[in-house]
């Protein structure tokens, strides 16, 4: 039974926090009264959305769900959320939570990693949680690693991979897509060229002749190449009306646009991040697997690590690579076709199978 994922929100701190989940006894009218965070028995977790929403079916999503889940297995007393609706509010909204008395801040994405180095290194008792944000030591980030900040990441060319070698499998006219938020974001670059990749590595495998065309939303602002769901969906349906079968859609609402259009064209769609075939139901029919980096369950053991006393110091926490099951579109994926599938998961965690996509695009 496919899950339906709802939230319910309600303003708290002057307007600034949304609340899910509560942690403390409901005032008279009901609500969730929020306990004092500031003293060492209560553990309050806070969780800063990069622009967009914490339902965007995607990683902002994903992030809260791993969040929710400190909460529903005990680890967190106490839980909330703030969207950003504009970049420069970054700071502010980890400040509002630091201010608080959280114990435990995660941001979610690359666009957060300097604000969140920032703020680690001004608040040396707090511990942050960035997703998506690899850190290495440089003019900007000299004292890196801090005792206090782990970057949640993941092998996103590995993924991309995957999903690229089954595109090239599954494709009848050997014309594949991808579109995506922008390139300038590491992760996104690399799930892109993992897509690449793979498509490649299985043409040279079984003779074929794959043409890849990945599209990146780089022609607008950060607040927007993520949140552009009609431009997902128009640069979808240009890629079908030229004949491509196989599209993914890597971009927060922006790759949910172009997941949707497509498969409302009756072609195959890819999703990302988590397995979609529980965030965008209207795309099931013809959702042929998911890019997964599941964030939910590393970022709950960061999380648990952080009250046990025994967070990372190293600075890095990778999470798992991998592909979400078939589910609707089982029945069309050849059986030889999903051995090579296994196979290819278990060389490429394995570390026997390399991508030879870099961390980072090229300058």
């Known amino acids: 039974m496919k899950k339906f994922y709802t939230l319910m929100a309600v303003v708290l701190l002057a307007s600034m926090f949304l609340s899910a989940c509560g942690g403390a006894a409901p005032a008279a009218n009901g609500t969730p009264t929020a306990p004092d965070c500031t003293k060492a028995t209560v553990f309050c977790v806070g969780d800063v959305t990069d622009v967009g929403h914490v339902d965007d079916k995607s990683f902002n999503q994903s992030t809260w769900e791993g969040v929710q889940q400190a909460k529903a297995?005990?680890?967190?007393d106490w839980i909330q959320f703030i969207e950003t609706s504009d970049s420069k509010?970054?700071?502010k909204n980890i400040d509002t939570f630091a201010q608080a008395g959280y114990k435990v801040i995660v941001t979610t994405g690359f666009n957060l990693t300097d604000p969140t180095y920032a703020a680690a290194k001004q608040y040396p008792n707090i511990l942050f949680i960035g997703v998506d944000q690899g850190l290495q030591k440089d003019a900007n980030h000299p004292d890196w690693p801090l005792p206090n900040l782990v970057a949640?990441?993941?092998?996103?060319?590995q993924s991309g991979f995957l999903v690229g070698a089954l595109a090239s499998m599954m494709s009848k006219s050997h014309n594949i897509g991808g579109v995506f938020g922008t390139d300038a974001v590491p992760a996104v670059w690399r799930y892109g060229e993992g897509y690449r990749a793979g498509a490649a590595y299985e043409d040279k495998k079984n003779g074929t002749k794959t043409t890849i065309t990945n599209v990146y939303h780089n022609d607008v602002g950060f607040n927007l190449t993520f949140t552009d769901p009609t431009w997902g969906a128009t640069t979808a349906q240009s890629m079908i009306?030229?004949?491509t079968d196989v599209i993914f859609g890597g971009?927060?609402?922006?790759?949910?646009g172009a997941v949707d259009k497509t498969a409302s064209d009756k072609v195959l769609a890819i999703g990302v991040d988590t397995d979609q075939y529980y965030t965008l139901p209207e795309a099931d029919a013809y959702l042929l697997t998911s890019a997964m980096?599941?964030?939910p369950a590393p970022l709950g053991v960061l999380i648990g690590l952080a009250k046990a006393g025994k967070f990372p110091t190293n600075g890095q926490y990778y999470g798992a690579s991998g592909f979400a099951p078939y589910h609707d579109v089982a029945s069309k994926v050849p059986a030889n076709v999903d051995a090579e599938m296994q196979s290819l998961l278990k060389a490429l965690t394995g570390g026997t199978l390399q991508t030879g996509v870099p961390d980072a695009k090229p300058q």
Request: hydrophobic content about 30%; cysteine-free; glycine content about 20%.
């Open 89 to 91: 509010d970054y700071a």
């Open 73 to 76: 297995n005990g680890t967190a």
């Open 293 to 295: 980096k599941p964030i």
């Open 152 to 157: 949640l990441i993941f092998h996103e060319d």
């Open 251 to 256: 971009g927060g609402i922006t790759g949910n």
């Open 241 to 243: 009306d030229k004949g």
